[in-house]
């Protein structure tokens, strides 16, 4: 759930919470190897709930999530291996690791192209009203009726998560929401802004530094 060094980098790089790694091993060794013990262990423990968005989404997590969530490949289509080309383009070749190590993550899935590679997809994708996912948000949003600046936002990240972000980047959202006010569904030119003003939210949110970790 949390980056760690690679395995064999441990004689360089020790991991991050050797204590954990024990936890498991112990269970593991304990339990006559029986791999569903360890998996107790590790689901019910507290450094497995705390290790939520600790780690850096590989591309492959962010361009297979970001799709589904956008909706826009629900069945077969022309453009499915385009998906596999994004993830290339953003540092991760399907089913070509390096070496046999495989990937090396967290942080190294960050480089400058990279980032920005990452950000432009999420945001083109969940700030594109006319996907039936997107759509699907602004449903529900809908439901609730006129919403004030704070209650956008909060649907937002639900929609989209639930997505718990930093309080600098809640802030920035809010910032973006009250510059509308308050968003209503009154007639139909309400509609059409207020499809947008989600829109653009959802794109902030998802080139925020919160959205890039899993």
């Keep these: 759930m949390a980056d760690e060094p690679q395995v064999p980098a ?6 991050g919470d050797p204590e954990a790694i024990q936890v498991l091993v112990d269970a593991y060794v304990e339990s006559n190897y029986d791999i569903r013990t360890m998996l107790r262990v590790l689901f019910n423990s507290d450094f497995f709930k ?7 989404k590989s591309p492959a997590e962010l361009v297979v999530g ?3 969530m956008a909706g826009n490949y629900n069945g077969p289509r022309p453009g499915f291996n385009m998906l596999a080309m994004e993830c ?9 690791p390096p070496s046999v190590e495989s990937w090396h993550t967290g942080p190294e899935w960050i480089d400058g ?4 590679r990452r950000v432009n997809y999420a945001a083109n994708l969940l700030g594109n009203t006319s996907l039936p996912g997107v759509k699907s948000v602004i449903a529900g949003l809908k439901t609730k009726g006129n919403l004030s600046p704070a209650d956008l936002v ?4 639900d929609a989209i998560g639930p997505l718990d972000v930093s309080e600098s980047t809640y802030g920035e959202l809010l910032a973006q929401a009250q510059e509308g006010g308050e ?14 003003r989600i829109g653009i939210l959802l794109a902030l949110i998802a080139a925020s530094r919160d959205y890039q970790f899993a």
């Design 88 to 96: 290339n383009w953003q540092g991760q070749e399907l089913l070509n």
């Design 66 to 68: 970001t799709a589904r």
């Design 183 to 196: 968003l209503r569904w009154n007639t139909e030119e309400d509609q059409t802004k207020s499809e947008q």
């Design 154 to 157: 909060a649907g937002c990240l």
């Design 113 to 116: 192209g990279a980032l920005v």
């Design 10 to 15: 441990w004689d360089i790089t020790p991991p």
């Design 50 to 56: 705390n290790a939520r968005f600790a780690r850096v």
